[in-house]
């Protein structure tokens, strides 16, 4: 567990991660899911019924506090990747509701989604545009008392089983500019507006699919801001929640630390054991300085974004980067360690395997990352 003596904490946090680790060790070992969709509810249920959900959403004007979400995210990763991203779907699906929505918006909305009763999803992606954002196609055209969105989405977590999706599409004439970022907007669309096209499979399994919208009408107050802020929208939603991506890497990484301690000093080697060797301390040494490492920067940027007044963006970006590339590599030397063991069906080091690998692509790839490093050290400012 993260050293909750740094600076960066209040005596809240602790009590925070108690309670987590409390609920994770009583809730999240041994379970075993057939059907991942009712997995996924009961999930969020459990952990809205626990009161754990709440962190993620807007309390008032009050946006939800980055250090309690990267606690909640490293310690529900360590137990569960699905647990972890149960509980991440509901802030990331509502978050422009919490940071952009109107007090109806937030009083229809964020209460169901902190309860577990509605699941909230995130619609940015496209068939044609993923990092690149900017160029998105699904398009919004008002029509009288209405929104008409025509297009499609895909990769969005939640798929399927989602209660809403908040829904980026091109506003044009209707926004600022009509091209490129100036022209998105943000919209809630109710799940039964919108067709589930395809569910697709990933390595790490969780509801995840295409979504088409075919001429889909919704309210005009169905829009989040003003016509023509939904890039804006998108990208606060997401600087947001940055740093905790970082934190459910952190979770693996360290999952995959004690998994590699426990078996390196019970796996007979020669005449001792596998942790005797220098080689494998050398390893252990490396995978304990990338997990500290890790928890260091996610701390200190969720920190910076919780006091405010400094433009975080390059240390949220140096804390996923760092994070999720070291959670990487601290578990393929998990892995290794373990050797055939490694590889095997049902074996907690296979399943990190799979389970760090989508957290290097999504909410903007590692190279997306390194170029908001490397445009802000351009800018003239220094680490
Ligand atoms: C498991 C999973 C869950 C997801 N959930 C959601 C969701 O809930 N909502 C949603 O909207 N989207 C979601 N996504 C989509 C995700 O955000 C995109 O996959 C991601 O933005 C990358 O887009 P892309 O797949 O189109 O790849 P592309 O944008 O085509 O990029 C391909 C690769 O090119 C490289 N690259 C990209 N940009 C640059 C650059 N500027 N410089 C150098 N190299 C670059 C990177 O290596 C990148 O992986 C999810 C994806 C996955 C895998």
Redesign the pocket.
């Known amino acids: 567990m993260t050293d909750f003596s740094w600076p960066f904490f209040e005596p809240r946090h602790r009590e925070l991660a108690d309670a987590l680790q409390g609920w994770c060790a009583d809730n999240l070992n041994s379970r075993f899911a057939e059907d991942l969709d009712s997995e996924c509810r009961t999930l969020v249920r459990e952990l809205g019924a626990a009161g754990f959900l709440k962190l993620s959403v807007a309390n008032g004007t009050n946006r939800p506090d980055v250090r309690s979400l990267a606690i909640a995210r490293e310690a529900l990763a360590y137990h569960s990747g699905l647990a972890d991203f149960a509980f991440a779907?509901q802030g990331?699906?509502s978050g422009a509701i919490s940071l952009f929505g109107t007090i109806e918006q937030k009083r229809e909305w964020l209460p169901r989604v902190a309860s577990g009763e509605a699941i909230a999803?995130?619609?940015?992606?496209?068939?044609?545009?993923?990092?690149?954002?900017a160029n998105m196609v699904t398009s919004a055209m008002r029509d009288g008392n209405e929104w008409v969105l025509v297009g499609e989405?895909?990769?969005?977590?939640?798929?399927g089983i989602a209660d809403f999706y908040v829904t980026?599409a091109r506003t044009g004439d209707e926004g600022r500019g009509g091209e490129g970022a100036r022209g998105l907007s943000a919209f809630i669309v109710p799940a039964d507006a919108v067709e589930v096209a395809e569910r697709i499979e990933?390595v790490?399994p969780?509801p995840?699919a295409r979504l088409t919208y075919d001429n889909v009408r919704i309210p005009a107050d169905a829009i989040i801001g003003e016509p023509g802020e939904g890039f804006r929208i998108g990208m606060e939603t997401l600087n947001l929640f940055r740093v905790t991506v970082g934190a459910a890497a952190l979770g693996f990484a360290r999952r995959a630390l004690d998994e590699a301690l426990t078996f390196a000093t019970g796996r007979r080697l020669g005449s001792g054991t596998l942790a005797d060797n220098a080689v494998t301390q050398e390893k252990l040494a490396d995978m304990a300085l990338g997990v500290d490492a890790s928890a260091l920067l996610i701390y200190r940027a969720a920190w910076q974004q919780d006091i405010g007044g400094t433009d975080n963006r390059r240390a949220a970006a140096m804390a996923k980067l760092h994070a999720t590339e070291s959670a990487q590599a601290v578990i393929d030397a998990a892995v290794q360690m373990h050797g055939g063991a490694g590889v095997t069906r049902g074996v907690k080091v296979e399943e990190l395997y799979r389970d760090i690998r989508?957290l290097?692509?999504?909410?903007?790839?590692?190279?997306?990352q390194?170029?908001i490093i490397a445009k802000d050290l351009l800018k003239g400012n220094r680490p």
């Open positions: 779907m990331l699906g999803a995130f619609a940015m992606t496209e068939p044609e545009c993923g990092s690149d954002a989405k895909t990769y969005i977590s939640n798929g980026f990933v790490a969780h995840l989508a290097r692509i999504y909410e903007g790839a590692s190279e997306v390194r170029q």
